[in-house]
């Protein structure tokens, strides 16, 4: 199988769809919205340092549904690269618990600033209808990128449509169409990629799928324009999969063949993988054996290939997992195989609050016989208790901020305009709004409880007018501001970052 896209391209194509635009390249899970982009740096495609998964699940019985006063998501989240503050994330929610948009704010020149936004709108069932990518240009927000959703009469997602607006939403640049056919089943038949040029659709990339009597999937079909592979499923007894060949429709030496093996509790122990050609009794080219505890948690993981010249397995890579009272996982060691035997070289470790949610997860890596904060080549992915998911590259540590949920004020009607500046904001702010006529004002500040933080009641004139908020003994968060007076309404968000 030629290989024209790096590595960390491939790896996405075979697991989701891909939608690539540009030097910027949007990542589409097939059942959930990943928001992230990789840039081109003139060498290959790097990932960026953040992205965040929005589950577009609108199952009846998704907790999304199910929210009340006592639910818990995340407020905010700090990116370190190499011991060094380099972004955080703020997140808002809507009142079915799903997050409705989310700040990034990076570090320059000492001050916090706001670098894009992400705003995700739903119908009034929860599921996605659109996803916008702002950036700030010359003073204004622009709309860079938008994802837009369709649903087929089941509620399945059956439409990604991608466009990019580099230079504002009314010169559109690219499309990106993502079309998905499900059998009577339920089942994805299909999953097609086009590109449009020309005026006029093309086909990028396809995948076909085929199930048997039970739904389960037992061929794939990878296609793009310049390859394609096979993938056949079987299955045991028990309904797992025992067996899987890739035809990679090239030559018949580069086929590969992967072999699971399951222990009486159906726990994958042993993964056998080798080229189809030199597949023989059982010794793959590759093997990995898996070590559960007595609360099935993986705590080893082992990974072989075979010596042909001596026929042994000779250890590649081994990884050990630890976990605390409360089975969570709190550390990962993996050590690599050298000539003084296996040796440790990366450690992740993560930290949890009394309710067992991930406050803190570093990555390290051993520089001779010294562990040092680096920045981790893997993607960490995490999630809150509502299908939101969240994934960090490029970072060396993070810190998770958990907080209660409070929705997202309802919109109003808003006769006055207004603006808060600076924002995000580090001592004081700004809250800036014009009146038609004179009159009382009232202008407030509360947090995401809804604890009013800041009340000003005055008479105020016509034009412009402006009220200082200075925040005491308060952490850095989403906060908000509403204007009321006999014209109108005005309300908005603001950031404060210590």
């Not at 030097?23 to 899970?29: D, P, Q, R, T, W």
């Not at 006529?437 to 004139?461: Q, R, Y």
Request: aromatic residues 14%.
């Amino acid at each position: 199988m030629k290989i024209y896209l790096p590595v960390i391209i491939l790896l996405f194509t075979f697991s989701c769809s891909l939608f690539a635009i540009n030097h910027n390249k949007e990542i589409i899970l097939e059942d959930n919205l990943e928001f992230g982009v990789l840039k081109w740096n003139g060498y290959f495609w790097q990932s960026a340092n953040m992205y965040f998964i929005v589950n577009t699940e609108t199952s009846e019985n998704s907790k999304t549904e199910n929210s009340n006063s006592d639910s818990i998501g995340i407020n905010s989240i700090n990116i370190y690269r190499t011991s060094e503050l380099s972004s955080k994330l703020f997140f808002t929610y809507n009142r079915n618990n799903k997050i409705v948009s989310a700040s990034k704010l990076v570090l320059n020149n000492d001050k916090w600033e706001e670098l894009n936004r992400m705003v995700i709108t739903y119908d009034d069932k929860g599921k996605v209808l659109k996803w916008d990518y702002k950036e700030l240009k010359k003073g204004n927000w622009i709309t860079v990128k938008s994802v837009i959703f369709s649903y087929d009469k089941d509620n399945r997602i059956n439409s990604k449509l991608l466009k990019e607006y580099p230079y504002g939403i009314n010169n559109l640049l690219l499309e990106w169409k993502n079309t998905i056919v499900y059998d009577n089943q339920g089942n994805k038949i299909s999953d097609l990629l086009e590109s449009y040029n020309d005026a006029k659709w093309e086909f990028n990339h396809k995948k076909s799928y085929k199930y048997d009597s039970l739904n389960r999937k037992i061929f794939e079909k990878d296609t793009s324009a310049s390859e394609n592979c096979d993938i056949y499923y079987s299955y045991n007894q028990y309904g797992k999969i025992n067996i899987k060949i890739i035809d990679f429709n090239l030559n018949d030496w580069f086929d590969e063949k992967v072999t699971y093996i399951y222990d009486d509790k159906f726990n994958l122990i042993t993964e056998l993988k080798g080229l189809l050609e030199s597949y023989q009794d059982g010794k793959g080219v590759d093997s990995i054996q898996y070590k559960y505890d007595d609360n099935i948690n993986l705590i080893e993981k082992l990974h072989k290939t075979w010596n042909w010249r001596n026929q042994e397995w000779c250890i590649k890579e081994k990884i050990v997992n630890e976990y605390d009272e409360r089975n969570n996982h709190c550390s990962k060691i993996t050590s690599v195989w050298s000539r003084d035997g296996l040796i440790e070289k990366e450690r992740e470790k993560k930290e949890y609050n009394k309710d067992n949610k991930l406050t803190t997860f570093i990555y390290e890596y051993k520089a001779i016989n010294t562990w040092e904060e680096q920045r981790s080549p893997n993607k960490f992915e995490f999630e809150d208790d509502y299908g939101n998911f969240f994934a960090v590259n490029n970072f060396s540590k993070i810190e998770i901020e958990w907080g209660k949920i409070v929705p997202e004020p309802e919109p109003t009607v808003q006769n006055i305009t207004s603006s808060a500046s600076p924002n995000p904001f580090y001592s004081s702010t700004d809250i800036n709004f014009t009146l038609e006529a004179a009159g009382e004002v009232t202008v407030e500040v509360f947090d995401e409880p809804g604890n009013i933080l800041m009340s000003v009641k005055e008479f105020m004139n016509a034009g412009n007018n402006k009220v200082t908020f200075k925040p005491e003994n308060l952490p850095s968060g989403v906060y908000y501001y509403k204007i009321k007076s006999g014209a109108g309404t005005a309300s908005g968000k603001i950031i404060y970052v210590k």
